[in-house]
């Protein structure tokens, strides 16, 4: 089973970028789809962003598309989610999720469809 730790978190103002990080451990992240979802405080959690294990293939909530990009890098074992002009409701704690896949070109965008999570890393956007 593949393990998560997601970094790169922090206060940012309104405008601003932060690239998020999620390293994967365990197992190739190649045979994995990513997503990237939030929750803030009193609310469900919510999807933002999801990526085919190749990459080629990303999908966005509509929030955040024209202003967050999800990659990966399979070579480091890597995923991101660069996040420019930040809001501040964009404030919440971000999760990535991992799920194994036979085929490449599928991305999921439900929370259950995820088996595996990381701990979450905190961003705080103010105004």
């Known amino acids: 089973q593949v393990q998560l730790a997601e970094s790169g978190g922090g206060l940012v103002q309104a405008g601003g970028s932060l690239r998020l990080s999620c390293a994967a451990s365990?197992?190739?992240?190649?045979?994995?789809?990513m997503g990237w979802f939030r929750q803030a405080p009193g609310k469900e959690r919510e999807f933002v962003a999801a990526?085919?294990?190749?990459?080629?293939?990303?999908y966005y909530a509509h929030s955040v598309k024209d202003r967050f990009t999800i990659s990966r890098d399979n070579a480091k074992n890597t995923g991101y989610l660069q996040m420019n002009g930040l809001k501040p409701e964009d404030t919440a704690v971000y999760y990535c999720?991992?799920?194994?896949?036979?085929?490449?070109?599928?991305?999921?965008?439900?929370?259950?469809?995820?088996?595996?999570w990381g701990q979450g890393t905190q961003v705080t956007v103010s105004s």
């Open positions: 365990g197992r190739t992240l190649s045979g994995y789809c």
């Open positions: 990526i085919s294990r190749s990459g080629v293939v990303p």
């Open positions: 999720a991992a799920r194994a896949s036979d085929s490449d070109g599928y991305y999921y965008i439900s929370s259950n469809d995820y088996d595996t």
